[in-house]
């Protein structure tokens, strides 16, 4: 059975910065492409950033993506928070994961899903 454990979210003043981390469990990690996307009250889910099994780190500022193969964990660091990144962040993995940069993303697209984590940029 497939966990996923995402951590890192909650409150952050604008300007500031955040680390998210998310674990997956009971899959092979390094196979699967793995992602970021966020999900605003009323609004669609849409992507941020996605990262193949060949890669370490991708940067589209202000977001970083990375992962670890050996701690099975993918990583998204925020960079110069505004109040449009107030949002519920998920991280997913699927062997074809794709994610373009706002794009809206169907539940289906990815096998498997976080919880879901809260992002709020306040002062």
Do not use: H
């Not at 454990?5 to 390094?30: A, D, I, K, M, Y």
């Not at 605003?40 to 991708?58: D, F, H, M, T, V």
């Not at 990375?66 to 110069?80: A, F």
């Amino acid at each position: 059975q497939v966990q996923v454990e995402e951590s890192g979210g909650g409150l952050v003043q604008p300007g500031g910065s955040l680390n998210l981390s998310c674990t997956f469990s009971g899959l092979t990690f390094r196979d699967y492409t793995v992602g970021w996307f966020r999900q605003s009250p009323g609004k669609e889910r849409k992507g941020i950033l996605c990262i193949n099994r060949y890669a370490s780190q991708i940067e589209r500022v202000p977001f970083t993506i990375s992962r670890d193969n050996v701690r099975n964990t993918v990583y998204l660091q925020i960079r110069d928070l505004v109040s449009a990144d107030t949002a519920m962040y998920f991280c997913a993995a699927g062997p074809g994961l794709k994610c373009s940069w706002g794009s809206s993303v169907a539940i289906e697209d990815a096998s498997y899903w976080g919880q879901g984590i809260q992002v709020t940029v306040s002062s």
